[in-house]
T-cell receptor, first 111, second 114 residues
Framework: ELKVEQNPLFLSMQEGKNYTIYCNYSTTSDRLYWYRQDPGKSLESLFV?????AVKQEGRLMASLDTKARLSTLHITAAVHDLSATYFCAVDIWNTGKLIFGQGTTLQVKP | EAQVTQNPRYLITVTGKKLTVTCSQNMNHEYMSWYRQDPGLGLRQIYYSMNVEVTDKGDVPEGYKVSRKEKRNFPLILESPSPNQTSLYFC?????????????FGPGTRLTVL
């Protein structure tokens, strides 16, 4: 069965702390996406990772992809309250355009 | 403004009454896709399209139809809606450049089937 699993599913952290969200997947793919969703809102694209070893950074967020381990990470540096949201990873199955999403990680950053 | 639009944004209907949710993008994107989002189940892909006249099933296509007659439009059709299709629906589009690109999501359509 094709699976994309995120952990943790819920993360409560203090401002200024660092943490990592993990996204494991069970199929061959070298295309992985990270999205952010604020409560009651649509999804916003954060990162597109297209090859093994890809690393992208935007502000306090950094995403990486290890296709051999079938693992992507979203690292949060010195969290701020504005980063509170739900974060989804999604994998493109066999690079076909068919996407499987992780369950989402709800991040709560406390002032 | 580059955007993906969906209509309607909210819809309450009854079982069996055919409905169409429209999706349109103004970015000349080849790829378009429909998702549903349900509490505890996350997002699941319904159908996707790599270009005009090309559509493929996603993870949960049962009970839905789509068509892609024009590049900008990708309507989602529920021929005979049932209560288990009550959900929040998102349309998205992207370029196919280099095999993958960021997806732009529409605002969502909240559908309730009674």
């Amino acid at each position: 069965e094709l699976k994309v699993e995120q952990n943790p599913l819920f993360l409560s952290m203090q401002e200024g702390k660092n943490y990592t969200i993990y996204c494991n997947y069970s199929t061959t793919s070298d295309r992985l996406y990270w999205y952010r969703q604020d409560p009651g809102k649509s999804l916003e694209s954060l990162f597109v990772l297209l090859s093994n070893g890809a690393v992208k950074q935007e502000g306090r967020l950094m995403a990486s992809l290890d296709t051999k381990a079938r693992l992507s990470t979203l690292h949060i540096t010195a969290a701020v309250h504005d980063l509170s949201a739900t974060y989804f990873c999604a994998v493109d199955i066999w690079n076909t355009g068919k996407l499987i999403f992780g369950q989402g990680t709800t991040l709560q950053v406390k002032p | 403004e580059a955007q993906v639009t969906q209509n309607p944004r909210y819809l309450i209907t009854v079982t069996g009454k055919k409905l169409t949710v429209t999706c349109s993008q103004n970015m000349n994107h080849e790829y378009m896709s429909w998702y549903r989002q349900d509490p505890g189940l996350g997002l699941r892909q319904i159908y996707y399209s790599m270009n005009v006249e090309v559509t493929d099933k996603g993870d949960v296509p049962e009970g839905y139809k789509v068509s892609r007659k024009e590049k900008r439009n990708f309507p989602l059709i529920l021929e005979s809606p049932s209560p288990n299709q009550t959900s929040l629906y998102f349309c998205a589009s992207s370029l196919l450049e280099a095999g993958g690109d960021e997806q732009f999501f529409g605002p969502g359509t909240r559908l309730t089937v009674l």
